[in-house]
């Protein structure tokens, strides 16, 4: 199956986020799809996901409760992912 990344870059609203973070952390540990998820050090986050297409990622992303808040994420990408090398490639 396809892997993809996502990118999240979040809003300056760090009160909101911080107070909807232990919803989005439930739900994204629910998820089988997600391979490794973790914030940037850009103000946002990147989850990598194992699904059989980008539609399937936005939908999951769609009922991610800082998407469903509408106040943390200023904006999200998703890109199809092909891994190669790397010492992580084996357990993919």
Known sequence: MPYFAATYAYT??????????????EYLASLEQLVLSGPTDDDGAL?????????A????????????DGRVVG????????????RLKSAL
């Open 57 to 68: 990622v936005e939908a999951l992303l769609d009922a991610d409760p800082f998407h469903l």
């Open 47 to 55: 989850l990598l996901f194992e699904a059989p297409d980008a539609a």
């Open 12 to 25: 300056p609203d760090t009160q909101t986020r911080d107070a909807v973070r232990p919803a989005h952390r």
């Open 75 to 86: 904006s999200r990408r998703v890109v199809g992912w092909n891994p190669v090398l790397g």
